[in-house]
């Protein structure tokens, strides 16, 4: 591994390095929403120590599993974003839905937390079902409209949110929230952790809540660390043209 590794950010090495997601993952490093902190940055805020970090990560390897992610044009991208990272996330969050409130009604006497699980699920229903609406109808349709244009060898299509970077920005607002919500779980629930008298559907409660948890860190990372940058790239150096729209309603995320 470089040098240089500690001074990487961990949004970086989640993209370069084969093993760093699930080293983040054991060790509770947020690398998708606060991705642009160094790896010493990050391993001092959560008092671990950076050397058996870095050696968990081993060293520097240049097929990491995103490698493919990043040969796709952004189009590609979003299709796999959508495909893979959104349709699990509404499957999954119909399924906490339903068991946080059967998990809630049985225990919540016995197991107050279970009442506080239910409404963070509640609250992540509410946020992330349309925050996804929002990229695929009015983000992911610009990019791909643009990245069209620059094929093309033509200006930059001008959306009505301006630039990509204002939606681009309400959007990662959004996905912090989504990560406190997640922090919340892991705290109410001390790390997930069950109580003798679990029965089946509490354990599977905490089994999808953990599985929610790793995919929409994947999930948020690729856009914020990967598809985001990108997109706001290809605008700066398309150039502009004649106004574009985007088919459906204006929504709210133009900030």
């Not at 097929?63 to 893979?84: D, F, G, H, M, W």
């Not at 197991?111 to 349309?130: M, S």
Request: hydrophobic content about 40%.
């Amino acid at each position: 591994m470089e040098a240089n590794v500690k001074n990487t950010t961990v949004g970086k090495l989640a993209l370069d390095q084969p093993t760093a997601i699930a080293v983040f993952e054991k060790w509770h490093i947020d690398y998708c929403c606060r991705g642009n902190r160094t790896l010493a940055q990050a391993c001092d805020e959560a008092g671990i120590a950076i050397d058996e970090v870095v050696a968990a990560i081993g060293p520097s390897r240049t097929n990491a599993p995103t490698s493919e992610l990043r040969r796709k044009n952004l189009t590609e991208l979003q299709k796999y974003i959508v495909a893979t990272h959104h349709l699990f996330t509404r499957e999954a969050l119909e399924t906490v839905g339903m068991l946080s409130e059967k998990v809630a009604t049985r225990h919540g006497a016995n197991h107050a937390e279970t009442t506080e699980v239910r409404t963070i699920v509640a609250q992540l229903v509410a946020d992330l079902l349309p925050h996804m609406l929002k990229e695929e109808q009015v983000i992911f349709p610009y990019v791909e409209a643009l990245e069209k244009a620059s094929r093309n060898g033509q200006s930059a299509p001008v959306p009505f949110f301006g630039t990509v970077k204002n939606p681009i920005r309400m959007m990662m607002m959004e996905h912090d929230a989504v990560g406190v919500l997640l922090a919340d779980l892991r705290v109410v629930t001390s790390n997930y952790t069950l109580p003798s008298d679990a029965c089946l559907s509490f354990r599977a409660l905490y089994e999808r809540l953990a599985e929610l948890e790793e995919d929409l860190h994947r999930h948020i990372h690729l856009e914020n660390n990967l598809l985001f940058p990108r997109a706001a790239e290809l605008e700066e150096t398309a150039g502009s043209s004649p106004a574009f729209e985007v088919k459906g309603e204006h929504c709210s995320c133009t900030g």
